[in-house]
């Protein structure tokens, strides 16, 4: 069978990266969620990405470090994460119409060739602030690594992320558990993937032992899966790729893709061996307390990070010199700095993760607290004659918007209709007329229209006003 390339691709501007970008997530299969699609337990095609607002995102450069938690980086890491799993088996749990019409879109070679192009975009703009925020070793001396890894072991096990404090300090403890949950849904099983990934190929002579550890390591994972089982369904969730997609937060995709990343791209192969380290550290260091917040929240005791077999201190040094002696000599000393910079990026990015998933868990659970402020911001706006950007919406019944984050603070009052709004899977928050609330940046949240129509306004709110309350 033979492919015709002007049929496969649509016209595509060689310089306007964008271009590419909005053609690939134009796939009928990420189109805008629909009310009846807050979740999608039996498709695993079916992940909208919010296509619409690429029409004033820019994805030809790099993204800055503090733009890190806005919206191109979520829906960039949405469609990334899409193009990864293209490489990935996904079958779902019962048969039916919609999910062979998204499986023919995702894994049709349209997509995928669409995904060649616009994967290298997407990496450039989501990976390439990782560079200003590298903190390269002294020296090229393997103890040097060793060093520093063991201190960062020390002090993880030490010190509890600030995600788990959080989980701890909410109300709701069963929703704060089950959006713990749904975060380590997002990045598990990817961060697992990858290492299976990463485990193909013929290179035992030259690294010898490393193809059987990538591949227990992932074997662990489905090994693991009646515990994971057991644990979603504590919470009442169910398994199976994307079935929370619209929940999970752009930092949680983030970690997961870049461990795809470093997978996927052979000539990063020290990189990546460095990050699975990290993983690895991550889950030994956290899981313990992991699985202590789901109790809490959930009643049950999971066994699951006992059966991911955690790497604990005494192994340590040993799983270090495996994974980066024979890379010393098929590269020289230069394996050190590789592998090192493959380490710190995962590092950056569980910290990322750790403050974007604790203050959601802190707004969440504190909603009439943020309806309260944004009557009194909204009172002072009045009071006070200040103008301030506002976006205005009319939609009808059932119309949803796809999950999403503001770039910047905003209010949603409700000025007719009726709304629901919603940031978990546990309960949705109505709104009705009159009823306001404040979104704080790179807070995650959806509504759906419950009336016949809804207005509703969104002002913008300045840093220093949003400060004041």
Same mark, same amino acid.
């Given at each position: 069978m033979s492919l015709d390339l002007a049929d496969l691709l649509p016209a595509l501007d060689p310089s306007d990266p964008n271009s590419t970008v909005k053609a690939f997530a134009a796939n009928s299969a990420f189109r805008a969620a629909e009310w009846e699609e807050l979740t999608t337990e039996e498709n695993p095609y079916r992940r909208p990405v919010r296509p619409d607002d690429l029409?004033?995102?820019?994805?030809?450069?790099?993204?800055? =470090?503090?733009?890190?938690?806005? *919206?191109?980086? *979520?829906?960039? /890491?949405r469609m990334l994460r899409n193009i990864y799993d293209t490489g990935l088996l996904y079958l779902p749990p019962v048969p039916g119409r919609a999910a062979a019409d998204d499986a023919e879109a995702f894994y049709g070679a349209r997509n995928r060739a669409l995904g060649a192009l616009a994967g290298p975009i997407l990496e450039r703009h989501l990976f390439t602030l990782l560079d200003g925020e590298y903190k390269p070793l002294d020296s090229a001396d393997p103890e040097a690594l060793r060093r520093e890894v063991r201190e960062y072991h020390e002090s993880r096990v030490a010190q509890p992320g600030r995600a788990v404090t959080a989980a701890g300090a909410t109300r709701d403890r069963k929703a704060a558990a089950t959006f713990l949950l749904l975060q380590l849904s997002a990045h598990l099983p990817a961060a697992r993937a990858a290492a299976?990934? =990463?485990?193909? %190929? #013929?290179?035992? #002579?030259? @690294?010898?032992?490393?193809? +059987?550890? *990538?591949?227990? /390591?992932?074997?662990?994972?489905?090994?693991? &899966?009646?515990?994971?089982r057991t644990l979603l369904a504590a919470a009442g969730l169910r398994p199976g790729a994307a079935a929370y997609w619209q929940l999970y937060l752009g930092s949680s995709l983030g970690r997961g893709n870049l461990l795809h990343h470093l997978s996927a791209d052979r000539e990063r192969y020290p990189?990546?061996?460095? =990050? *699975?380290? @990290? &993983? &690895?550290?991550?889950?030994?260091? #956290? %899981? =313990?307390?992991?699985?202590?917040?789901? #109790?809490d929240g959930l009643g049950l005791r999971t066994d699951l990070f006992d059966v991911l077999d955690p790497l604990s201190a005494d192994r340590l040094d040993a799983r270090i010199d495996a994974l980066l002696g024979p890379l010393t000599a098929l590269h020289g000393p230069e394996a050190v700095h590789r592998f090192h910079r493959g380490f710190s990026d995962a590092r950056w990015f569980a910290a990322l993760w750790d403050a974007d998933l604790a203050d959601q868990l802190a707004w969440a659970d504190s909603i009439e607290l943020h309806q309260e402020k944004a009557e009194r911001i909204s009172r002072h706006i009045a009071d006070t004659g200040i103008e301030v950007d506002l976006d205005t919406f009319v939609e009808s019944h059932e119309e949803t918007s796809t999950t999403? +984050? /503001?770039?910047e603070h905003r209010l949603v009052m409700v000025e007719r209709g009726q709304m629901h709004f919603w940031n978990n899977v546990t309960h949705k928050i109505a709104l009705g007329e009159g009823d306001k609330v404040l979104i704080p940046v790179s807070r995650l949240h959806g509504s759906t229209v419950l009336s016949g129509e809804c207005t509703y306004h969104q002002p913008i709110i300045p840093e220093e006003m949003y400060r004041q309350f």
């Open positions: 029409a004033w995102l820019d994805y030809g450069k790099p993204m800055p =470090a503090a733009k890190s938690l806005k *919206l191109s980086a *979520l829906l960039g /890491h299976g990934r =990463a485990a193909l %190929g #013929e290179y035992d #002579e030259a @690294h010898p032992g490393a193809r +059987v550890l *990538l591949l227990d /390591h992932y074997r662990n994972w489905a090994d693991a &899966q009646g515990s994971y990189e990546f061996l460095g =990050a *699975l380290l @990290h &993983q &690895q550290i991550d889950e030994a260091a #956290e %899981g =313990a307390r992991f699985a202590a917040a789901l #109790e999403h +984050v /503001h770039n």
